[in-house]
């Protein structure tokens, strides 16, 4: 027997060392953040390419939402007051409502753009929103002054629920930095804000209105949350400073896709090569 295959050798040392080992490659670069273009494209890829229709992510969307204030509001009798825009977001504002109405729910649209054309599919979800005759009223008539807060207890548990919760639908990505919010939704978002210091708990669906989704700026009127629900990934905005401090809690809630989706139609991220500085000269 060679000294080598004695168990009582030493099975790594200098006279045998181990082999080396292949150096680590990654396989890719995972993306973990969108951006606004790169999130239209993969809305774009589900429905013309995957056959998974607005109508159905906005479907799962808007009960993600409803879970979320289920979770929130720990009561039955918590108030939801849903401000509605006309855009996408607004289409998953009405959806949550609806559902939220079913379970029995008191719930409260909030319409941020009225008299204004919605998409087909918002549209559509605002009138089964109406049928399920969840009320609809003018955004520049809710008043957080009206709250009775303390009232909402759980039956089974004792526990106290919040005053209100206070859903924002009413811009999502399409909000530019360079374009600031008009007055009007700035009187809206005050008294988001002024409910929110009041004890209300809110939550932004796909990110909080007035902050960019590329850049993270972050408009004077823009919603400061308590959660934000990020589809399929963060948006960039609320990863980074100072759109990161509005946006409160993340959570990516599945919306019937699979979680590696965006790197399916838009592939891996790139790399991002550091150019060489030039070292200074005496």
């Not at 504002?93 to 409260?108: E, F, M, P, Q, S």
């Not at 106290?160 to 700035?186: A, K, Q």
Request: charged share 25%; glycine share 8%; with cysteine.
């Amino acid at each position: 027997m060679r000294k080598n295959e004695s168990p009582f050798w030493p099975q790594k040392s200098i006279l045998n060392p181990p082999p080396a080992k292949e150096p680590y490659v990654p396989v890719r670069r995972v993306r973990m953040t969108l951006t606004r273009e790169e999130q239209h494209e993969v809305d774009r890829a589900a429905s013309k390419d995957y056959q998974i229709g607005i109508p159905i992510l906005m479907e799962h969307a808007g009960l993600a939402v409803a879970n979320a204030c289920v979770s929130m509001a720990k009561a039955l009798t918590t108030p939801i007051h849903i401000f509605a825009g006309k855009g996408m977001n607004g289409g998953d504002a009405y959806v949550a409502a609806r559902i939220l109405k079913a379970w029995g729910y008191k719930v409260t649209i909030w319409d941020c753009f009225p008299g204004e054309a919605h998409t087909a599919t918002v549209k559509v979800n605002r009138a089964a929103a109406e049928a399920l005759e969840v009320p609809i009223r003018l955004a520049s008539e809710f008043d957080p002054q009206i709250w009775q807060a303390g009232i909402s207890r759980m039956i089974h548990e004792q526990e106290p629920g919040m005053p209100c919760v206070i859903v924002d639908g009413i811009i999502g990505t399409g909000y530019d930095f360079t374009r600031p919010l008009p007055p009007n939704l700035c009187a809206i978002t005050g008294k988001i804000e002024e409910g929110h210091v009041r004890g209300a708990r809110v939550i932004a669906i796909d990110i909080p209105t007035g902050v960019d989704c590329n850049t993270g700026e972050v408009d004077p009127g823009a919603v400061n949350a308590d959660m934000t629900l990020s589809f399929l990934l963060p948006k960039k905005g609320i990863t980074v400073a100072p759109g990161r401090s509005r946006a409160g809690q993340i959570r990516i809630p599945t919306i019937g896709l699979p979680i590696n989706f965006a790197d399916i139609v838009l592939g891996p991220e790139p790399e991002v090569k550091e150019e060489d500085e030039e070292s200074p000269k005496d």
